[in-house]
C-alpha cells in the first residue's frame, strides 16, 4: 500500500505522543523516586482528589523572551515554561543547543531531537517554572499557528504509520558493505604485495568504507538504529571512534547544533568558520581509548605491509580522498541555500528554507547516504533514513501548502551551485574590502 494510500486510510490523527529524543545518560536516583513518588492521588469517598493540584505561575511572551542571555535561558515546551540556565551546562547535546532557543518555542525542535520521551521527562520536571497565561498564543506571534499545527499533525501521523521504526537489516547491510571493502583492500595486500598500483587500488577501496562509515555513524548519532538511546549511544561510539578515529562526543556537540539552527549565523557551526578546533579541558579526551582503536586495528591491518610511518601515511591518504566526497555531499544541500541571521521562524520554515534535496536513484541514495533526502532528514532527524522516500511526498504537499518551496534538482546541478554560491560570497566580500 503506498503511503498516501494509508495516509488516507487512517485519517486524522490527533493528540498522540511521538517518540522522542533521549539523552545520554540515566537519570538521577533522586529524579527516579520523584516520578514513583508521583502516583496517582488518594482519593476520598466522593472520587475526587485529597491532593490539589500545584497552581503554576503564568507567563507572557514578552517575559519568556526576556530570558534568552547566557546567564539567564528559558525556553517553551507545549506550553510550559523552563529555566534550563544551570542545567545547560549538563545537556548532553552541548549547552549551546538550549541557548540558541533561549527566549523561544521550542516544542517541535524538542521533539525532533530526542527519542525517549520519559526519561528526558525526568530532567525537564525539576526545570518547569511555569506555563504560558491563558490568552497567550502557543508559539511566538509572528509564527503562523495553522502551518505548526499541520506540521505536527503530519509528525503524529507519521509516528502512526510507523517512520519512525528502524529496518536492523538494512543497518547491518550497510555495515557488512564496511566490512568487505577493508577486508577486500587486506587480501588484495596479500595476495599482491603493497606496490604503488594495489596502494593506490586499496586507498579507493578504503575510502569508500570511510565514506559509507560516515554515513552510518551520522544514521546512529541521530538515534535512528535503535529504539533505545543506550544502545545507540554505543554503537555511535563504536562506529565513530572505532571505523572512523573521530570523537563522537565532538560531533554531537557540533552536529546538534547545526540541526536545530542550520544556516543561522553564528548558531550554525558548519557555515562559521571560525576557529579550527575544540578546546576545552576534558571534551578532547572523552573519546581517546576509543579512537586509539581505529590507529590501533590498522597498525595491526597493515603495518606488516607499509611499517608503522607507511600505515599512517595510507590513514592520511584515504582521510585526504574521502575528504571533498563528504564535503560535497553534506554542502550541497546547504551552502546554496538562504543563510540569515536569527529570525525565529517556525521549524518546517527554518529547515526547509535552509535545505535542499538531490533527486533520487539507487547510486544518490548511496552516494550520499541517503543525505539526499536532506529537508526529511533535517524536520525528521531520528527517523531511519530508509523511509526518507515514503514521507517525502507528504512534506512537498505541506510545503506546497503553505507556499514554502520544496527544492528537489540533480546532483550534477546541486555540486555546480556549491562554486557558483561560492564565487557569489568571494565576490560580495571583494566588493566590500576593495572598493
Not at 4 to 29: F, N, V, Y
Not at 140 to 147: A, S, T, W
Request: glycine share 6%; net charge neutral.
Amino acid at each position: 500500500m503506498k503511503l498516501e494510500e494509508k495516509l488516507e486510510e487512517i485519517g486524522h490523527i490527533g493528540g498522540r505522543r511521538g517518540p522522542c529524543l533521549s539523552e545520554t545518560c540515566q537519570a538521577d536516583a533522586k529524579l527516579r523516586a520523584n516520578r514513583k513518588g508521583d502516583g496517582p492521588a488518594k482519593q476520598e469517598a466522593n472520587g475526587k482528589s485529597t491532593v490539589p493540584r500545584r497552581s503554576l505561575n503564568t507567563y507572557t511572551w514578552q517575559e519568556v523572551q526576556r530570558h534568552n542571555q547566557e546567564g539567564d535561558q528559558w525556553l517553551v515546551i507545549n506550553r510550559k515554561v523552563y529555566d534550563v540556565t544551570k542545567w545547560a551546562s549538563r545537556h548532553p547535546g552541548g549547552h549551546r543547543v538550549l541557548s540558541h532557543y533561549a527566549g523561544e518555542d521550542a516544542t517541535d525542535a524538542f521533539r525532533a531531537m530526542h527519542l525517549d520521551l520519559d526519561i528526558v521527562k525526568l530532567y525537564l520536571k525539576p526545570l518547569l517554572i511555569g506555563e504560558l497565561a491563558s490568552g497567550e498564543p502557543s508559539q511566538e506571534r509572528n509564527k503562523n499557528p495553522q502551518l505548526v499545527e499541520d506540521f505536527q499533525e503530519l509528525r503524529r501521523t507519521l509516528e502512526a504509520m510507523n517512520m519512525f521504526d528502524a529496518n536492523l537489516g538494512f543497518f547491518f547491510v550497510h555495515l557488512a558493505q564496511i566490512m568487505v571493502f577493508e577486508a577486500l583492500a587486506w587480501l588484495i595486500l596479500c595476495h599482491f604485495g603493497s606496490g604503488w598500483t594495489v596502494t593506490i587500488f586499496i586507498s579507493f577501496l578504503l575510502t569508500v568504507s570511510q565514506a559509507q562509515s560516515s554515513f552510518l555513524q551520522h544514521d546512529i548519532g541521530h538515534l535512528s538504529m535503535f529504539k533505545t538511546s543506550k544502545w545507540n549511544h554505543l554503537m555511535h561510539k563504536l562506529v565513530m571512534c572505532h571505523l572512523k578515529g573521530l570523537s563522537a562526543n565532538w560531533w554531537n556537540y557540533r552536529h546538534f547544533q547545526h540541526h536545530v539552527k542550520p544556516n543561522i549565523y553564528p548558531k550554525d557551526p558548519d557555515i562559521d568558520v571560525g576557529p579550527l578546533f575544540l578546546l576545552g579541558d576534558s571534551q578532547p579526551v572523552k573519546d581517546i581509548v576509543f579512537v586509539s582503536s581505529f590507529y590501533i586495528r590498522h597498525f595491526i591491518t597493515f603495518g606488516p605491509f607499509y611499517g608503522i610511518f607507511g600505515t599512517v601515511l595510507l590513514i592520511y591518504l584515504v582521510k585526504f580522498l574521502e575528504s571533498p566526497w563528504i564535503a560535497y555531499v553534506t554542502q550541497m544541500s546547504h551552502i546554496p541555500m538562504r543563510m540569515s541571521e536569527e529570525e525565529n521562524r517556525d521549524w518546517l520554515s527554518t529547515q526547509v528554507l535552509a535545505t535542499c534535496n538531490i533527486e533520487q536513484s539507487f547510486f544518490n541514495d548511496w552516494f550520499t547516504g541517503h543525505l539526499n533526502f536532506q529537508i526529511e532528514h533535517h524536520l525528521f532527524p531520528t527517523m531511519p533514513r530508509h523511509n526518507y522516500h515514503k514521507v517525502a511526498p507528504l512534506v512537498r504537499s505541506l510545503c506546497a501548502k503553505h507556499g514554502l518551496l520544496y527544492v528537489n534538482k540533480p546532483m550534477l546541478t546541486a555540486f555546480g551551485d556549491i562554486i557558483r554560491a561560492l564565487k557569489k560570497s568571494a565576490a560580495l566580500w571583494m566588493d566590500t574590502y576593495y572598493e
